[in-house]
């Protein structure tokens, strides 16, 4: 998309933008049910997409199993719900803002773990015995990252969600890993968007995902406020309402 050598659009992760037109390519759109209210579904495509398919396409949760999720964000609360929708026994969220960990427990955490408060790891095992079956590293800091796979049952597998900066290295104790345990990286849930999109849609106008309790709306010329919300933990996933 160019005007001569000039390019002439902006997206993030070819996706999204701050602007009222787009042109798009035809596999960046989704068809969804005519009664979905577009509004709430612009965080399917990035936070909400990743959370949950990790856990039903990339992890394929077992019921009955447990799962630790490191990073209430977005990603970390659609992995919440869908655990819970998996029929995961032991749903374990773990953050340090209180909001994230209250709303986790109203979304399907069984138990919720204050990380500025105890040493998660210790607590996982309180609740688990041996650790977790799964775990889900959803900040993208290397000390979470190693807690998140030391927290796991010697047969268990962590996914990595969580973005970090190129060049970001994390380190293990090699006889952690050596037992069973297994790490994967997940871009996107692993999904293919034409198929998955519209399922998280069709589950929430059911009433068992309910997305909208991770959005706060703000308006266009609000935009830097809502920036400032989301890196203070105050909105999980905020939205902005362009002009009519």
Not at 39 to 47: E, M, W
Not at 127 to 156: D, Q, W
Request: proline content about 5%; charged content about 20%.
């Amino acid at each position: 998309m160019r005007k001569g050598e000039e390019k002439i659009h902006g997206n993030f992760f070819g996706q999204s933008s701050f602007a009222t037109y787009a042109l798009t390519y035809e596999n960046n759109v989704i068809k969804v049910r005519p009664d979905a209210p577009l509004q709430l579904l612009g965080p399917l495509g990035c936070g909400i997409q990743p959370g949950a398919g990790a856990v039903f396409n990339s992890l394929q949760v077992k019921l009955g199993s447990s799962i630790a999720v490191f990073g209430l964000g977005s990603v970390g609360l659609s992995a919440i719900m869908a655990s819970a929708l998996a029929g995961s026994m032991k749903v374990i969220g773990i953050d340090i803002k209180p909001n994230r960990l209250q709303l986790a427990k109203d979304l399907g955490a069984t138990h919720i773990i204050d990380g500025s408060r105890s040493n998660p790891l210790e607590e996982i095992k309180k609740i688990t015995g041996e650790g977790v079956n799964y775990a889900l590293e959803c900040t993208g800091n290397p000390k979470i990252f190693r807690l998140a796979v030391e927290s796991l049952h010697r047969t268990g597998t962590c996914g990595l969600i969580g973005g970090a900066p190129w060049g970001t290295e994390v380190t293990f104790d090699m006889n952690s890993i050596m037992f069973g345990r297994k790490i994967r990286g997940i871009l996107e849930g692993d999904s293919i968007p034409d198929i998955f999109i519209p399922q998280l849609v069709e589950l929430f106008m059911q009433g068992r995902f309910p997305l909208d309790r991770l959005v706060s709306f703000y308006s266009l010329d609000q935009i830097n406020q809502a920036v400032e919300d989301s890196e203070h933990g105050r909105t999980i996933k905020p939205i902005l309402r362009m002009p009519d």
